[in-house]
Nanobody, 125 residues
Framework: VQLQASGGGLVQAGGSLRLSCAAS????????IGWFRQAPGKEREGVSC????????YYADSVKGRFTVSRDNAKNTVYLQMNSLKPEDTAVYYC???????????????????WGKGTLVTVSS
């Protein structure tokens, strides 16, 4: 099972980026998928997560109204559209999945077992 986040980069404040989470070795369809970030010197934060069907989502207060999570199960990919980026959004972003389909979406996106390599997002002021 491998997850790979991509799409990070350097962007000016107010700009946008779209992150992608691709999976290999398993099918994302039946799993809650979470997006997390970790800034230097800070704890990892659950940013957003999406239910297996895509009908339910969670957003941390810090990104609500600016970030949108979505999934394309046909492409086995989950996305995080990030708009109106702020310098405080600078972090390494990871996607993650649980190791079973019983885990449901929860505030904070708990229950993740598989973690992909992150992608760095840097927002300049």
């Amino acid at each position: 099972v491998q997850l790979q986040a991509s799409g990070g980069g350097l962007v000016q404040a107010g700009g946008s980026l779209r992150l992608s989470c691709a999976a290999s070795g398993f099918t994302l369809d039946d799993y809650v998928i979470g997006w997390f970030r970790q800034a230097p010197g800070k704890e990892r934060e659950g940013v957003s997560c999406i239910s297996s069907s895509g009908d339910n989502t969670y957003y941390a207060d810090s990104v609500k109204g600016r970030f949108t999570v979505s999934r394309d199960n046909a492409k086995n990919t989950v996305y995080l559209q990030m708009n109106s980026l702020k310098p405080e959004d600078t972090a390494v972003y990871y996607c993650a999945a649980p190791d079973n389909t019983i885990v449901v979406l929860t505030p904070g996106c708990y229950g993740m077992d598989y973690w992909g390599k992150g992608t760095l997002v840097t927002v300049s002021s």
